[in-house]
């Protein structure tokens, strides 16, 4: 059920329907946090899968401190599984280091977002330095992009390429429009 319910809440969150999303959402939390409580090894995923949704639908909605209350918590739980079972868990924590990212980005702390950005792309080149069909389009899908937005921001492209920021992320943003 707490599946259902999470898919239900990114319908929701996709077609704008953000209220809906939010109480779905929290529901699917509430019933993952019950099983994990009774069997964390095959339900804090879930937890942290949930608490990243949630993490979105903030930031979507404006709402960034409960955004980063939600991707803070996902995060830890990630870095937890990771440090057991890297090789089934670190593309999640990948995924959960680029969420907080964004939140630090959005709320002005250019330092954090960056080395929460950082740490994203070189989870990304490890996983795809080991299987590149599965993990090297990562590296050219947000991270890069918005770990030079975010550091030179103030003068756009141009700068971003100027001042660099490591070869493939300069790579990616030469290829961007103007």
Do not use: Q, W
Not at 13 to 24: I, P
Not at 26 to 34: G, N, P, V
Not at 139 to 162: I, K, Q, W, Y
Request: charge should be neutral.
């Amino acid at each position: 059920m707490g599946t259902t319910l999470n898919n239900l809440g990114a319908l929701y969150r996709s077609a704008g329907r953000a209220d809906e999303a939010e109480k779905v959402f929290a529901e699917a939390l509430a019933i993952r946090r019950d099983l994990a409580a009774r069997d964390a090894g095959a339900y804090r995923p879930n937890v942290a899968a949930t608490l990243d949704n949630l993490g979105a639908l903030y930031v979507s909605t404006g709402r960034l401190g409960e955004a980063e209350k939600a991707d803070t918590e996902a995060l830890a739980i990630r870095r937890d599984l990771a440090a057991h079972d890297p090789d089934a868990y670190r593309p999640s924590l990948a995924i959960s280091l680029n969420s907080l990212g964004v939140v630090y980005k959005k709320t002005g702390r250019t330092d954090e977002a960056e080395k929460a950005y950082n740490e994203a792309l070189a989870i990304y080149r490890d996983l795809a330095a080991r299987d590149p069909g599965a993990y090297r389009p990562r590296l050219c899908e947000n991270t890069p992009h918005d770990m030079l937005v975010t550091r030179f921001s103030g003068g756009g492209r141009d700068e971003a390429l100027r001042r660099g920021g490591g070869s493939r992320a300069v790579d990616v943003v030469s290829r961007m429009p103007g």
